[in-house]
């Protein structure tokens, strides 16, 4: 079993939609929890970090579920500038420090 | 501007011509990391480096050497380069910061093909 877990999409939404995303991971010592977005052949970058409590910024929503190992993420209002692959992102605390594992993504494509 | 750079950003190699990939960060990070990404498979961690002189093996080290003698410097070694290591190569640094979450901060990505 992967350590995290993503469905590779692709998504394809209308604009105006709203669309979620859902990630497991396996790792019960995961502490901190991420969603990259990352751009076609460019690099990753920090979207969002994802909290017990939930966190919202503008139209990006994140959740966690801890009993489940599973975090979420939800896009209301979905622009043409969404269309990206989000990446799921555990860090685990090692004795050689903390360590990220990425999910290999879910691309999403929104259309006119 | 805060930033992490790699060079080359592309090369196309052959088969055991030694090559390094530089990267470079400005930000005072201790930590530093080396990926590759293919398809289907994700970005899996090479090497990371928690400070000067401590580096330590990721997922799939083999085939790669790094070294760490600055702190804003970290480049990735292939010393007899193979097509299994044809990938898209991202380094990136971190704060050892709790509080800042660990977020990592990722170069623009070199993309190498081995023939």
């Known amino acids: 079993r992967k350590e995290v877990e993503q469905d590779p999409g692709p998504f394809n939404v209308p604009e105006g939609a709203t669309v979620a995303f859902n990630c497991t991971y396996s790792?019960?010592?995961?502490?901190?929890f991420f969603w990259y977005r990352q751009d076609c052949r460019k690099e990753p970058k920090l979207l969002m970090s994802?909290?017990?409590s939930g966190n919202e910024d503008g139209r990006f929503t994140a959740q966690l579920n801890r009993a489940s190992q599973y975090i979420s993420l939800l896009i209301r209002d979905s622009k043409l500038s969404d269309s990206a692959t989000y990446l799921c992102?555990?860090?685990?605390?090692?004795?050689?420090?903390?360590?990220?594992?990425f999910g290999t993504g879910t691309q999403l494509k929104v259309e006119l | 501007e805060a930033q992490v750079t790699q060079n080359p950003r592309y090369l196309i190699t052959v088969t055991g011509k030694k090559l390094t990939v530089t990267c470079s960060q400005n930000?005072?990070?201790?930590?530093m990391s080396w990926y590759r990404q293919d398809p289907g498979l994700g970005l899996r961690q090479i090497y990371y480096?928690?400070?000067?002189?401590?580096?330590d093996k990721g997922d799939v080290p083999e085939g790669y050497k790094v070294s760490r003698k600055e702190k804003r410097n970290f480049p990735l070694i292939l010393e007899s380069p193979s097509p299994n290591q044809t990938s898209l190569y991202f380094c990136?640094?971190?704060?050892?910061?709790?509080?800042?979450?660990?977020?990592?901060?990722f170069g623009p990505g070199t993309r190498l093909t081995v023939t």
């Open positions: 990136a640094s971190s704060p050892r910061s709790r509080l800042a979450g660990y977020e990592q901060y």
């Open positions: 790792n019960s010592a995961s502490q901190s």
């Open positions: 994802v909290y017990s």
């Open positions: 992102v555990v860090n685990i605390l090692t004795g050689g420090g903390n360590k990220l594992t």
């Open positions: 930000m005072n990070h201790e930590y």
């Open positions: 480096s928690m400070n000067v002189e401590v580096t």
